[in-house]
């Protein structure tokens, strides 16, 4: 199968300007909807079936910039190119244990502060909800086995 980039970057930066663009056709058909519904109420049947129609052929727009269909490939959509490669590439990091605490290490305190503060209101949130003894029993049993 042939693609249209060879790398993630390329076809993510491809992608970028693709959504950039749905993102533009997305607001527009919102607009149309709007002027449609006010056409109505309005008793304004034909611009209102023309305003629909319009509102549609921008949703087909955003859903063709997001996907790029083609008929003899899929992979000419900048969206499939990009989780392509994402998947071919993987990453050059790695995020493990070792790497989440080095990077906590090397926080500065406007980002602990963050963290703390995204922490706290964690605990807040779930602070009322019915314990789970099942769940967390058998964390428990998983954190008695150490390599």
């Avoid at 099942?134 to 086995?145: E, S, W």
């Amino acid at each position: 199968m042939s693609h249209q980039y060879d790398n993630f970057d390329a076809a993510y930066a491809a992608l970028r300007t693709q959504f950039a663009s749905a993102v533009s056709k997305f607001w527009s058909a919102n607009d149309y909807w709007i002027a449609a519904k006010a056409h109505y109420t309005a008793g304004e049947a034909l611009p209102a079936i023309y305003d629909i129609l319009t509102c549609l052929s921008e949703i087909l727009g955003y859903d063709n910039d997001i996907w790029r269909y083609s008929l003899n490939s899929v992979y000419k959509s900048v969206t499939a190119e990009s989780i392509y490669w994402a998947a071919q590439q993987g990453g050059a990091d790695i995020i493990d244990m070792d790497a989440i605490l080095s990077i906590m290490l090397s926080a500065n305190p406007e980002q602990v502060e963050y963290f703390v503060g995204l922490v706290d209101a964690y605990r807040q949130s779930i602070w009322n909800r019915p314990f789970n003894k099942d769940f967390y029993a058998a964390l428990a049993r998983g954190f008695m086995i150490w390599p």
